[in-house]
């Protein structure tokens, strides 16, 4: 079948390839106003809304050429060249800038183009790749991209196969996306605002909480080095909750075996941990033990707190750039790991962070452990783990399932691009239950 595909360069099918804005934009930025995308915010089939930029609507008139519109695919040029998405229907008026644009013509569709850039057309990428310190991808290049092109109505039903699969990761992702907010808001009212205290002062019930929970609670308050703190509750630092694991492996001693690695790529993909041959893995590794939590020394304005899972058929290995936080009381590890994703936590230890370079600056692992914090009572500490740990758990169920859906698309795409796999095969294959 895909032998009779006739094979086009992307220039002579597409409507329109330009670039995002090109110039400087620090002074452009505001708090609210048009969405401005930039090369982070785009990773393989999806956006990423994290740390996204806004213009105003002024300065967006004056730049037209570089607005996006819904059903335009772009490609990363700059950071992690080649990633490529498409902007949704129902995105809000965008700009962007350091991203190829690609609007595409009658005969293609976006989201056939998106499956193709991010899968088969990445030699293509990796192959024209220019800059000698940051390696970036050219507009030029891609319009010399190579596509073997079905017919509209089979990249519709490929496309349609390939979309299920991801709108259920992106359905879980967004569903634990919810649960750890709700996990950090619960957090912030206990430990942070004192709320079920401040109840307990004015005599009333709180809703969202057992009364034999809320019993636990002082109902009152009383002077510390750190302001007002509920009676009875302690100053101390979190060297009491877990102590650091610099417990490491050199790459010679996992050579021949496959490993889960956790690495900041892994975390900031999907918060799982990548099971791969440890031939390619040259550097030194933290071992990770079980009860551990990872915490990124790396750039701490941007949170990576990770509660790990070990799967004991594999070594589990972390990257340099984590500090291991050991905690054997599994209460106090979940106190512990939700006081680390608290933005009290993140704006401390981003304020003692070294390093000249914005994108690389680092943290320092005794700054953690010296970190002061009000710390409740083990009964309280117990109630909250119990209150979180289901929550945990069923972000944990998302993430192994997202895994999976990711492994079924990722084996798919290839064979369904390229004509080896008739999509008529596959009618059953997938399900959206």
Not at 8 to 23: F, K, N, P, S, W
Not at 108 to 113: N, T
Not at 157 to 180: G, W
Not at 272 to 288: A, D, Q, Y
Request: aromatic fraction near 8%.
């Amino acid at each position: 079948m895909g032998s009779e595909w006739k094979e086009y360069l992307l220039e002579e099918i597409c409507d329109e390839l330009t670039v995002g804005y090109v110039g400087s934009m620090a002074s452009e930025y505001i708090s609210n106003g048009v969405t401005f995308l930039r090369s982070q915010n785009v990773i393989p089939f999806n956006l990423d809304y994290s740390d996204v930029k806004y213009i105003s609507a002024e300065f967006n008139s004056k730049i037209k050429k570089s607005q996006l519109n819904p059903g335009d695919v772009v490609i990363v040029r700059t950071g992690k060249p080649g990633a490529c998405a498409v902007i949704p229907d129902n995105a809000p008026p965008m700009n962007c800038s350091d991203l190829v644009i690609i609007r595409t013509g009658k005969e293609l569709l976006p989201d056939y183009l998106m499956y193709y850039i991010n899968t088969i057309a990445s030699h293509h990428i990796n192959a024209h790749l220019v800059g000698a310190v940051q390696q970036h991808f050219n507009v030029g290049s891609a319009k010399k991209i190579k596509i073997p092109l079905p017919p509209l109505q089979e990249q519709s039903k490929i496309v349609s196969i390939l979309k299920t699969i991801d709108d259920k990761i992106r359905l879980n992702t967004q569903m634990n996306h919810t649960l750890e907010a709700m996990a950090r808001a619960l957090f912030k009212s206990w430990f942070v605002d004192f709320d079920p205290v401040k109840a307990n002062a004015e005599g009333r019930r709180m809703e969202g909480i057992l009364p034999e929970v809320q019993a636990l609670f002082p109902s009152e308050f009383e002077d510390s080095p750190l302001g007002l703190v509920p009676l009875g509750w302690e100053i101390s630092t979190l060297a009491s909750l877990g102590k650091i694991s610099k417990e490491g492996m050199k790459p010679e001693n996992f050579q021949d075996q496959m490993v889960h690695h956790y690495s900041i790529p892994a975390f900031d993909s999907q918060k799982m941990p990548v099971l791969e041959n440890g031939s390619g893995i040259k550097s030194n590794k933290f071992l990770v033990k079980e009860n551990s939590i990872l915490v990124s020394k790396l750039n701490p304005e941007t949170p990576r707190v990770w509660l790990t899972k070990i799967n004991y058929q594999h070594i589990s290995l972390a990257s340099t750039e984590f500090i291991v936080l050991l905690s054997d009381h599994s209460d106090q590890r979940m106190f512990l790991y939700q006081y680390l994703c608290s933005d009290i936590f993140t704006q401390s230890f981003a304020s003692k962070v070294t390093g000249t370079s914005k994108s690389h600056q680092r943290a320092n692992p005794n700054d953690l452990l010296a970190t002061e914090f009000i710390k409740p009572s083990p009964e309280i500490v117990s109630a909250f783990a119990t209150a979180v740990s289901s929550i945990h758990e069923k972000v944990q169920i998302n993430r192994i399932e997202i895994e999976v859906l990711a492994k079924t698309r990722d084996s798919l795409l290839p064979k369904l691009l390229s004509g080896e796999l008739d999509v008529s095969q596959l009618s059953n294959l997938v399900s959206t239950d």
